[in-house]
């Protein structure tokens, strides 16, 4: 057997293999398009086959690869924390390397596919050297090459002018982002062995420095900011709902599915493992972004009806709540509780393994959907289910998923963050006490609303009378697209119903951070019950749930179905209305609306009614015209103001320019000057 | 391996399936007393699903299989959290399936599939009940999980069997916050079940329908399983009420005389919970859906209110 | 000392009953059910003063339990209902910040009592310490009512939903002021309703109508 580093490694070496030969294969498209995909999938399957074997046996493996600049070799590492997120990224990449065969296979119709394949495999194996970087400086390569990948992915179709604009605004939260994060290693590393040498740089030594408080702080406020700008947590979140609905949708799923979480686990990587020790009130901060990016998340997210615009603001819901069980789990590790701080991780990766697979799931589901109806409002669709009912069926399965219903695996999550959540009394402080209910509330207010926004997407897109002007061309979609999106399916099914499994494979995670595991007590009552801290405070059987409410239905079915009575098909009752159309159904609009009016303050609306004045007579309207704008109001509070000044500030810095070549030569002196001045 | 468990486990969801349309039939009775109308007995509700049972299906002409799912889902989930909740015994083999929060879940789930099948047919009626009804549950959601929260903290637990152990124990008495949770399960129950002031189970209003605006278009065993359900989570709800806050004549002993005499106590609680729902519901008119936010935000308000009493004055 | 852990038990009680009817006194919109839910906590801090006096076996605690018991549960009410039907205020009573907000609000200041008191939870020993941030988060709570309600009436019984609150903290921190003081702040609150029906009418009979938003009016214009 491989170890599962040099597997990994090899991986990645297929990964940037492949996109070379992608480069040579320009001209067999068709070869391309298999060649490209089928490789990556086989790279991210052993990907995975090496993490679930580094969390599974809980190894460490090193190596060193003297590459990169003299003297700074790349530090490689995979320890289970590694692992555990190269499992997340292997598994979704594989899935959706196989549904893009499908995917991509249309694209090709319409224009060449290089690009789309080359960055592809740059883009995953960034996302892989990212996790096993075990020194800044790799890091930071990676990191970069995975940002410069996927800014090019969403710029795939670059003709349109939105596309070109959402690409730009990601590129630039992205580089402000890892301005932070290259600022934030900067100081520890600097802290770490001094600022004359650079061998700071590598974790190991992070590791083992000691950093004065309010250095630490800073390095751990500079990386948050960081990560949180890739992650998406509000309000660093713009760019998501811009750049996930233009990029191709297997690129979205990617994005949206794995991409977002390098950034937790760079949040993770930082706290836990690098810094090491840290007071309380870092994940205060922590919890309350994820509180506040979950809620509002969810909110926006209810307003769109751009089926991969909602699904971009669920990421920022759903990364809330990682962020929440994360935030926790520093609470209760800086007041030395390591189980509970066990608990709260493993909830918050485990939320982290649930969100990769059923937002990918959802996003192959809306490129299905995008790519057969070629519609993106969902308004103008409905009644999908009788064009695509495989399509349909998994979409409700992801939708049931990321809703946390039981027994698929947004539940598990969920109910495990809330379990952490009512193990907060044992805190000392009082006014935590007090406060994390609240959150707790807050979540289940996330929770519900989640739910009632996959009513309203699901419902609107799949289920009534198609809404559109045009009588709809629909087809379902081919089997590679259906493979992929039925192992996603599988896989939250899976994760829904064996928890305990999968809690006792990931407990060496919290093992390695906090120095707990709950795996013994999770698993104490038997496999099918998950009883996270001991089986008379909480339990929760999966397997039961699933087994005995599929009992229930079938039993029933059975019984009602011995007398075989008859089904009688027939027009629907119109209330004595002649002319129902389908244009009459309960629209998205009219779905969100008692939300959007309860919850009005977090929105910017302007609601418009006009009527024709062309009517014949004031008792007889003609016709109306409803307008309604909604937009996100962080646009208005931060960014605004940001450009303005931004701008204000270029104008003041362009007087410098003069057009003069005198001039300039009279700026590169006086620099000269005061450089010479002041450094002796 | 002790049987007694699986035979109580048996015994009482038979008596959930087998009592719940008599309970129905108990509150409208008391119902149509208390407003002076002649009432159609207690075992109406029994002859009204028979009769739906029997008939056939008429269905929608694009009515999916979301649509035809759905009835089965609802009646499957319902069942299980039947056997979920200790009302006879606290010693139940599926109690160790869920807790309060999957519980919750668990109705959720058939919530979210009735909704998704009142947007199936596509009618306007459909959307506008599942809009308003994953609206208000969304609403009451909050103020749920506060009140089990304050439950869990007098408790250490958030199991059924072990809320109920340790308050049946006897160890909490006369508390503050048990009495706020209580009101505000009170004010959420009816939130959930769709009583008034929330939602009107009498109605065919269009424009104040919530539950009724789903289920319009079922009919046949689809309806009457639907039906069947609802009637069995309108019990369910006021059976965990009435274990979680007044666990009085629970077995605890495991024998069979215990299971009567559980059984008994069960009868009389929920025959004084229904005169207390018709009270309720006689004493107030059904709210504008926009004041729903302050009901059920008086909900939340009196659960953080129970769990800060819990701190403060305890 | 079995009984003295009930009687505090009912103290408590009594006091989680005081903030109930303060906050339902928040969210209430309707004058008479606001002036039956002030009379119903007047009895249950009349109540609580007489439990506390037994307790602490202060027998001054009888005597202005009794007064609490005449003068708001009895009196005050009484005048306030009067003043109503003789200025013919039946309409419901609007409010500034919608309801919802107000509760949160209202969350956050009794959290933020328990947080000012918790030092002298540490410190007190006597049984009544608990109840103090319940007494302070009544105080806060009259206040949130008086700035958040527009109608003269409703601040007024803010104003006296404050002083209750007052009362409950000097019973629960100090066992009760001395006997003279409280006299005296009885009357004064007495002789404080009576000024505000002179005023009431004063205001009523300027703009016909109570609402003291209209006293902007007054303002100078600019």
């Known amino acids: 057997m491989m170890d599962p580093l040099n597997l990994a490694g090899s991986a990645i070496i297929l990964l940037l293999g492949t996109a070379a030969l992608a480069l040579f294969l320009g001209r067999k498209q068709r070869l391309l398009l298999v060649a490209g995909f089928v490789l990556s999938a086989v790279a991210s399957l052993s990907a995975t086959i090496a993490g679930v074997r580094v969390v599974g046996w809980s190894t460490t493996s090193q190596a060193i690869m003297s590459i990169g600049l003299p003297d700074l070799p790349f530090h490689l590492?995979?320890?289970?924390?590694?692992?555990?997120?190269?499992?997340?990224?292997?598994?979704?990449?594989?899935?959706?390397?196989?549904?893009?065969?499908?995917?991509?296979?249309?694209?090709?119709?319409?224009?060449?596919?290089?690009?789309?394949?080359?960055?592809?495999?740059?883009?995953?194996?960034?996302m892989f050297m990212v996790i096993i970087a075990d020194d800044a400086l790799f890091f930071l390569v990676s990191w970069e090459l995975m940002a410069a990948a996927s800014y090019f992915l969403v710029l795939f179709e670059d003709e349109r002018v939105e596309n070109r604009r959402a690409a730009f605004l990601y590129m630039v939260v992205a580089h402000v982002g890892a301005l932070a994060i290259l600022l934030s290693f900067g100081v520890m590393s600097g802290l770490a062995t001094g600022f004359e040498g650079f061998h700071g740089y590598t974790f190991d030594a992070m590791r083992q420095a000691e950093f004065p408080a309010v250095w630490a702080t800073a390095a751990f406020l500079l990386a948050f900011f960081g990560f949180a700008a890739k992650a998406g947590v509000i309000p660093l979140h713009v760019w998501l709902p811009e750049a996930h609905p233009v990029a191709p949708s297997n690129i979205s799923a990617l994005m949206s599915g794995v991409m977002l979480k390098t950034a937790i686990y760079g949040i993770v990587r930082v706290t836990f493992d690098l810094i090491g020790v840290f007071p309380w009130w870092w994940g205060s901060i922590v919890l309350v972004f994820g509180l506040?990016?979950?809620?509002?998340?969810?909110?926006?997210?209810?307003?769109?009806?751009?089926?991969?615009?909602?699904?971009?603001?669920?990421?920022?819901?759903?990364?809330?709540?990682?962020?929440?069980?994360?935030?926790?789990?520093?609470?209760?590790?800086?007041?030395?509780?390591?189980?509970?701080?066990?608990?709260?991780?493993?909830?918050?990766?485990?939320?982290?393994?649930?969100?990769?697979?059923?937002?990918?799931?959802?996003?192959?589901?809306?490129?299905?959907?995008?790519?057969?109806?070629?519609?993106?409002?969902?308004?103008?669709?409905?009644?999908?289910?009788?064009?695509?009912?495989?399509?349909?069926?998994?979409?409700?399965?992801?939708?049931?998923?990321?809703?946390?219903?039981?027994?698929?695996?947004?539940?598990?999550?969920?109910?495990?963050?809330?379990?952490?959540f009512l193990l907060s009394p044992s805190l000392p402080s009082p006014l935590m006490k007090l406060l994390i209910p609240l959150g707790a509330a807050l979540l289940a207010l996330t929770a519900a609303l989640a739910a009632a926004c996959f009513v309203k997407a699901f419902g609107v897109t799949f289920l009534g009378h198609w809404r559109g002007h045009h009588q709809p061309h629909v087809q379902e979609v081919d089997w590679f697209m259906r493979s992929g999106m039925i192992m996603a399916a599988l896989l939250c099914l899976a994760l829904g119903v064996l928890p305990t499994v999968i809690i006792d494979w990931m407990d060496t995670v919290p093992e390695q951070l906090v120095g707990s595991?709950?795996?013994?007590?999770?698993?104490?009552?038997?496999?099918?019950?998950?009883?996270?801290?001991?089986?008379?405070?909480?339990s929760y059987s999966g397997p039961l749930v699933f087994l005995v409410t599929l009992s229930v239905i079938v039993i029933a079915y059975l019984l009602l179905h011995v007398r075989s009575g008859s089904i009688t098909r027939v027009p629907l009752w119109d209330c004595g209305f002649e002319k129902v159309t389908p244009r009459m159904q309960y629209t998205a609009t009219a779905f969100a609306m008692p939300i959007?009016?309860?919850?009005?303050?977090?929105?910017?609306?302007?609601?418009?009614?006009?009527?024709?004045?062309?009517?014949?007579?004031?008792?007889?309207?003609?016709?109306?015209?409803?307008t309604l704008r909604i937009r996100d109001r962080f646009w208005g509070w931060l960014y605004r103001p940001l450009v303005d000044a931004s701008f204000w500030l270029s104008r003041r810095v362009g007087r410098l320019q003069q057009g003069r070549i005198q001039a300039y030569l009279i700026y590169s002196f006086v620099t000269i000057i005061v450089l010479l001045l002041f450094l002796r | 391996m002790n049987l007694y468990p699986f035979m109580t486990e048996i015994l009482q969801i038979m008596i959930v399936l087998g009592i719940s349309p008599a309970f129905v039939g108990w509150v409208r009775m008391l119902k149509c007393w208390s407003q002076g109308r002649t009432s159609a007995g207690v075992f109406q509700p029994y002859r009204d699903i028979r009769k739906l049972f029997a008939k056939n299906v008429v269905l929608a002409e694009n009515a999916s299989w979301v649509f035809r799912f759905t009835p089965y889902l609802v009646f499957g989930t319902t069942v299980l959290a039947g056997g979920i909740i200790p009302m006879l015994s606290v010693d139940l083999p599926l109690s160790a399936t869920a807790d309060v929060i999957v519980l919750v879940a668990l109705f959720a789930i058939a919530r979210f599939f009735i909704a998704l099948a009142g947007m199936d047919i596509g009618t306007a009626f459909g959307g506008m009940g599942s809009s308003r009804e994953m609206t208000?549950?969304?609403?009451?959601?909050?103020?749920?999980?506060?009140?089990?929260?304050?439950?869990?903290?007098?408790?250490?637990?958030?199991?059924?069997?072990?809320?109920?152990?340790?308050?049946?124990?006897?160890?909490?008495?006369?508390?503050?916050?048990?009495?706020?949770?209580?009101?505000?399960?009170?004010?959420?129950?009816?939130?959930?079940?769709?009583?008034?002031?929330?939602?009107?189970?009498?109605?065919?209003?269009?424009?104040?329908?919530?539950?009724?605006?789903?289920?319009?278009?079922?009919?046949?065993?689809?309806l009457a399983l639907i039906e069947w359900a609802g009637m069995m989570k309108l019990m369910l709800f006021m059976a965990l009420g009435a274990v979680l806050f007044f666990p009085w004549g629970i077995d605890v002993t495991s024998t069979a005389a215990g299971a009567l005499r559980a059984f008994l106590f069960l009868l009389l609680k929920l025959g004084a919970s229904g005169v207390v729902l018709?009270?309720?519901?006689?004493?107030?008119?059904?709210?504008?859906?926009?004041?729903?936010?302050?009901?059920?935000?008086?909900?939340?308000?009196?659960?953080?209110?129970?769990?800060?009493?819990?701190?403060?004055?305890? | 000392m079995m009984d003295l852990q009930i009687v505090s038990q009912i103290s408590s009680f009594l006091a989680a009953l005081v903030l109930l009817t303060a906050f339902g006194m928040l969210v209430q919109k309707r004058v008479y059910g606001l002036i039956h839910l002030f009379a119903w906590q007047g009895l249950f801090l009349s109540l609580n003063t007489a439990v506390v006096g037994f307790v602490a076996n202060k027998h001054h605690l009888y005597i202005s339990s009794v007064l609490t018991l005449s003068l708001k549960v009895v009196l005050l009410p009484y005048i306030l209902h009067v003043l109503i039907n003789r200025l013919k205020i039946r309409k419901e009573v609007e409010t500034v910040v919608n309801i919802p907000m107000t509760m949160m609000i209202g969350i956050a200041l009794v959290i933020f009592s328990y947080h000012l008191t918790a030092p002298i939870r540490q410190l007190s020993t006597l049984i009544t310490r608990s109840t103090l941030a319940v007494a302070l988060a009544t105080v806060m709570l009259g206040l949130l009512m008086m700035i958040t309600r527009r109608h003269a009436v409703t601040q007024i019984i803010g104003f006296l939903a404050l002083e209750n609150g007052l009362f409950f903290a000097a019973t629960s921190a100090t066992y009760g002021m001395p006997l003279v003081v409280e006299l005296g702040v009885a009357l004064d609150v007495l002789i404080a309703a009576f000024?505000?029906?002179?005023?009431?009418?004063?205001?009523?009979?300027?703009?016909?109508?109570?609402?003291?938003?209209?006293?902007?009016?007054?303002?100078?214009?600019?």
């Open chain 1, 77 to 126: 590492r995979l320890d289970p924390l590694a692992g555990f997120f190269i499992t997340v990224v292997g598994i979704l990449s594989f899935v959706v390397s196989i549904y893009s065969i499908g995917y991509v296979r249309e694209i090709s119709k319409q224009r060449p596919i290089g690009r789309l394949v080359i960055f592809y495999a740059l883009f995953l194996a960034g």
């Open chain 1, 292 to 420: 506040i990016s979950a809620v509002m998340g969810v909110l926006y997210a209810l307003m769109q009806h751009d089926l991969k615009r909602l699904l971009a603001y669920h990421s920022v819901e759903n990364i809330g709540i990682i962020l929440i069980g994360i935030g926790l789990s520093m609470i209760f590790r800086s007041f030395d509780f390591p189980l509970l701080s066990s608990l709260a991780l493993i909830a918050g990766l485990y939320h982290t393994l649930n969100h990769a697979i059923f937002k990918g799931l959802l996003f192959m589901g809306a490129g299905a959907v995008l790519h057969a109806s070629h519609e993106r409002n969902m308004e103008e669709m409905g009644g999908l289910i009788h064009f695509m009912p495989w399509t349909a069926a998994l979409f409700l399965v992801g939708s049931v998923s990321i809703a946390g219903l039981p027994p698929f695996n947004g539940f598990v999550s969920e109910w495990l963050t809330f379990q952490a």
């Open chain 1, 517 to 538: 595991r709950i795996g013994t007590t999770a698993g104490a009552f038997g496999w099918m019950w998950l009883t996270p801290v001991a089986p008379a405070r909480a």
């Open chain 1, 596 to 626: 959007r009016r309860i919850f009005g303050f977090f929105f910017h609306i302007r609601e418009q009614v006009k009527m024709n004045p062309q009517a014949p007579h004031r008792t007889v309207p003609g016709r109306m015209q409803y």
């Open chain 2, 136 to 222: 208000i549950a969304s609403l009451a959601e909050p103020a749920m999980l506060m009140a089990i929260f304050t439950l869990s903290l007098a408790c250490r637990s958030t199991s059924l069997s072990q809320i109920v152990t340790v308050i049946f124990s006897g160890q909490i008495q006369l508390r503050p916050y048990l009495a706020f949770a209580f009101l505000a399960f009170v004010l959420i129950s009816l939130a959930e079940t769709g009583r008034i002031p929330v939602d009107n189970p009498a109605t065919h209003l269009e424009l104040t329908m919530v539950h009724e605006a789903m289920i319009l278009e079922y009919s046949g065993r689809h």
């Open chain 2, 278 to 314: 018709v009270l309720i519901e006689t004493g107030l008119a059904k709210m504008r859906l926009f004041r729903l936010t302050e009901f059920l935000g008086s909900a939340f308000l009196l659960a953080t209110l129970g769990m800060l009493a819990y701190y403060i004055l305890d």
């Open chain 3, 195 to 222: 000024i505000f029906g002179i005023f009431f009418f004063h205001i009523h009979t300027t703009f016909d109508t109570l609402d003291v938003e209209q006293m902007a009016k007054l303002k100078e214009e600019n």
